[in-house]
């Protein structure tokens, strides 16, 4: 993978869609950390669909731990995991308030010390709600990353390594929102859309 390569790989995905951003839906960096330990082996959609209920009635630290364990689990019975996030949920509520004055940090290591938060939803964090360019490796990113040959790497840590260190500076901070969505509807696991994706004629698995 060349420079010339991959800076043209960006570029085209800059082009096909030049304001990337989530699909979870939230107002806060609080509703998006909550949404994203959602998230954790269940889809955005279906994630959406109980935050749409919840936020109205709890969207705060204070709000939710209110809540307690049972009653959060009421709107989120619907995602997979739903009783152990919700204790995660409401254990990383009571050390915001105790820790951070109701804050979601603006830290790595903060934000790792909550329950139900590892170094991916920190990563998501620091690029979604505060503008860092972390990319944050998921299945479709470790699929679209090692297919392509942006990233060859036998772990997410790994992948994500090469990918902070080789990405240009001027698609860095929109680079993980590119990756993941081209992997969730083109560079599918099973049958990737090759004849639709704007990025072929410089990926590594095309051209095999």
């Known amino acids: 993978m060349t420079r010339q390569r991959r800076r043209a790989i960006f570029a085209r995905l800059r082009q096909a869609n030049p ?8 107002s806060s960096p609080f509703e998006l950390l909550v949404a994203v330990i959602l998230s954790a082996q269940a889809t955005d959609k279906s994630v959406n669909a109980a935050t749409r209920k919840l936020y109205p009635a ?23 995991l739903y009783n152990s996030k919700a204790k995660h949920i409401i254990e990383a509520c009571r050390l915001l308030i105790e820790r951070h004055d109701g804050a979601v940090p603006h830290d790595r290591a903060a934000l790792e010390a909550l329950p139900g ?28 990353a090692n297919r392509t040959g942006l990233a060859v790497g036998t772990t997410p840590r ?5 990918l902070v260190a080789t990405t240009p500076a001027e698609f860095a901070l929109d680079a993980h929102h590119w990756l993941i969505l081209h992997g969730r509807y083109v ?3 099973r049958k990737p859309r090759c004849a639709e994706c704007v990025i072929a004629r410089y ?3 095309f051209g095999t």
Request: negative net charge; aromatic residues 8%.
């Open 117 to 144: 938060v590892g170094r991916k939803t920190a990563n998501v964090i620091l690029n979604t709600a505060f503008g860092e360019p972390t990319i944050a490796v998921d299945t479709h990113i470790f699929r679209v």
């Open 158 to 162: 790994q992948v994500e390594d090469i």
């Open 19 to 26: 304001e990337p951003t989530t699909e979870l839906e939230y």
């Open 58 to 80: 709890a969207n705060t630290p204070a709000r939710i731990l209110a809540l307690g364990v049972e009653g959060l689990s009421g709107y989120i019975r619907t995602i997979g």
């Open 187 to 189: 560079c599918t696991a």
């Open 203 to 205: 990926c590594d698995f």
